[in-house]
């Protein structure tokens, strides 16, 4: 199955290089397109030097546009799956593995979406973050 990965980024300099390399080499399968939004370091450059499709927008439009465009990507050239992983690292693509072959596993399955809030772990974050995971997490009607 044609896979891609969207990776949105803006001012990821100090962080992409090494998400690109962990991809390469935990998931060589796959297709990786970056959607770069308007950065101003040397974002592009580490992209274009790893050998990996970059999209940049014309300016700075936001991380949901930056989704879109690699989505609207993915349905141009036919992809079978689409992976979104961030370009800071916070994404493990050994963790999108997974994901990924459980759904060629699972044919029917439309979308899945990995949560790292499913096991106890030491992870913090923002309060302004917390209030709006409880209050996604109270909108939600599929609690898998």
Request: proline share 3%.
């Amino acid at each position: 199955m044609k896979t891609l990965i969207v990776m949105p980024a803006h001012n990821e300099e100090q962080n992409i290089g090494e998400v690109i390399d962990k991809i390469n080499k935990d998931i060589p399968e796959v297709d990786l397109l970056v959607v770069n939004d308007a950065s101003i370091d040397k974002t592009e450059e580490i992209v274009r030097k790893k050998g990996i499709r970059c999209i940049n927008l014309p300016f700075n439009l936001g991380y949901s546009i930056a989704v879109q465009t690699g989505i609207k990507y993915a349905n141009e050239y036919k992809y079978d799956y689409v992976i979104q992983m961030d370009a800071d690292g916070q994404h493990i693509p050994k963790e999108a593995k997974k994901l990924l072959e459980y759904m060629c596993k699972n044919p029917k399955t439309d979308i899945i979406i990995g949560s790292r809030f499913l096991a106890n772990t030491n992870y913090k974050h923002s309060t302004m973050r917390k209030i709006g995971t409880k209050i996604l997490s109270r909108i939600n009607i599929f609690n898998l």
